[in-house]
């Protein structure tokens, strides 16, 4: 709809698994307004959302009428104004604000990059997280050494996102702002 698959900066691979799977779409649009809320809170995303899914609620709502053997809705001017919107296509969604930080992921990448470059040995140290989060989603929590000193802290929900932001720490000791 929105074309956001060639928006996407991605490796050819990813390129076809998104276009493969309606799943791996959905996650990334669920992302993409995620990440618009955070940056732009509800007011910021609902208009967008109300225009984009109102007919599809509106069609869910009829059908659902219909197989319930429900009386359809009248034909009232409010409806056929509902209608006329709902022809015209969705609003492109919101752009992030100019100046904003968007979030940044892919620390950890940029962190290992930058330790092999200087042929620096790193560690990472997995603390016990008893009593954090819950057996079916626990919360990991990990600290990153430098040839033995203690170069960022993280936690997360994935091994993956505590190392990630234990190397967003590890990247602003080593003066590489992202």
């Not at 996407?8 to 618009?36: K, W």
């Not at 709902?86 to 930080?101: C, K, M, N, Q, Y």
Request: with cysteine; hydrophobic share 35%; proline share 10%.
């Amino acid at each position: 709809m929105y074309d956001l698959p060639a928006r996407l900066r991605l490796h050819p691979a990813q390129a076809i698994t998104l276009r493969a799977s309606v799943n791996i779409q959905a996650d990334v649009f669920e992302s993409y307004v995620g990440g618009l809320y955070l940056e732009q809170d509800l007011p910021g995303v609902q208009p967008w959302l109300k225009a984009l899914f109102t007919p599809y609620t509106i069609e869910a709502y009829k059908r659902v009428r219909e197989q319930h053997r429900l009386p359809p809705l009248p034909t009232t001017s409010a409806l056929v104004a509902l209608d006329s919107v709902l022809s015209s296509p969705p609003p492109s969604p919101p752009h992030p604000r100019p100046g904003a930080t968007p979030t940044t992921i892919g620390h950890l990448a940029l962190f290992n990059q930058q330790l092999q470059k200087a042929n620096r040995i790193v560690e990472w140290i997995y603390a016990d997280g008893t009593g954090e989060g819950t057996k079916t989603t626990p919360i990991w929590i990990v600290r990153c050494e430098v040839d033995g000193e203690v170069y960022g802290r993280g936690q997360g929900g994935t091994k993956k996102a505590a190392r990630n932001e234990a190397a967003k720490e590890g990247l602003k000791k080593m003066g590489i702002e992202v």
